[in-house]
């Protein structure tokens, strides 16, 4: 209920699977991220009067992957603070996030998913940070969040607590 009602922009498209271990109250989210071809990357917009339309310029390579990095980062570490920030009654002490996006594989031409980043955090350490002057990538890895160097780069990360690999609860 927590994940239907975190609000973002229309141009996310996100869904999620999630499994609770009743024994060790652990929350696992396999979050499916958008990939970087579904946001809109763009540096400006300009209206050619000429040509009666309007150009795009897309942003430069760099800073199209770090925002992409920034909006999941974002994304990963808001989400493990709304479900924290909505278990009132503590039936949850640690979440692990998984975030894995679905694209292309140019070399065979066929869509893959991987997972390419991966989060087991507990609530104590987590509600000890102070998100109001935080980087979400630094948070990430002070987390001890595993990732590859850039997400952008769609490096799959093996995660570190998989829905497949835990009992489920009763």
């Known amino acids: 209920m927590v994940l239907s009602n975190s609000k973002y922009p229309d141009v996310l498209s996100l869904s999620w699977k999630v499994n609770y271990n009743s024994e060790n109250k652990t929350l696992v989210i396999d979050y499916e991220l958008p990939a970087s071809v579904e946001l809109p990357l763009i540096d400006s917009y300009k209206f050619v009067r000429a040509k009666n339309k309007i150009e795009i310029k897309p942003l430069p390579t760099?800073?199209?992957k770090e925002l992409y990095d920034s909006i999941l980062f974002q994304?990963?570490?808001?989400?493990?603070?709304?479900?924290?920030?909505?278990?009132?009654?503590?039936?949850?002490?640690?979440?692990?996030?998984?975030?894995?996006?679905?694209?292309?594989?140019?070399?065979?031409?066929?869509?893959?998913?991987?997972?390419?980043?991966?989060?087991?955090?507990?609530?104590?350490?987590?509600?000890?940070?102070?998100?109001?002057?935080?980087?979400?990538e630094k948070t990430f890895q002070h987390l001890n969040?595993?990732?590859?160097?850039?997400?952008?780069?769609?490096?799959?990360?093996?995660?570190?607590?998989a829905i497949s690999k835990i009992k489920k609860s009763s």
């Open 145 to 161: 969040g595993i990732s590859g160097k850039s997400l952008y780069d769609f490096t799959a990360v093996t995660p570190v607590l």
């Open 62 to 64: 760099k800073q199209a």
């Open 75 to 136: 994304i990963c570490i808001r989400t493990i603070h709304e479900i924290f920030e909505a278990d009132l009654s503590n039936n949850i002490l640690s979440i692990a996030f998984n975030g894995s996006v679905t694209t292309l594989n140019e070399a065979s031409g066929n869509e893959e998913t991987k997972v390419i980043m991966s989060i087991l955090t507990s609530k104590e350490i987590f509600n000890k940070i102070n998100l109001s002057l935080v980087n979400p």
